[in-house]
């Protein structure tokens, strides 16, 4: 699938998120509410959007690996990286 089908997916999916607490808080307090209710969406959305790859790094319970632990591994990872022309990530 195409990077950019990703992006307009997460995009819709965070958008509806925060409207959704928009539309939440203006039934429940009008346009305090919606303002709250904002401030909560823009929040979510926030942590959620940047601190992705983190929560999904713990929820896999993954660790960093040395090169002593893992050498072929990490050898593997410089070589790809290295091909890509993108810096060595983490392993």
Not at 20 to 40: D, F, H, I, R
Not at 54 to 79: D, K, Q, Y
């Amino acid at each position: 699938m195409a990077a950019w089908k990703n992006t307009l997916k997460t995009t819709a999916l965070l958008g509806g998120i925060g409207g959704l607490l928009v539309l939440v808080g203006s039934l429940l307090g009008g346009m305090s509410g919606a303002l709250v209710g904002l401030a909560l969406g823009v929040a979510i959305v926030g942590v959620t959007y940047w601190g992705s790859a983190r929560i999904a790094i713990r929820a896999a319970g993954a660790h960093a690996v040395t090169r002593r632990e893992a050498p072929e591994l990490v050898e593997m990872v410089e070589s790809l990286a290295s091909r890509a022309h993108l810096p060595m990530p983490r392993v």
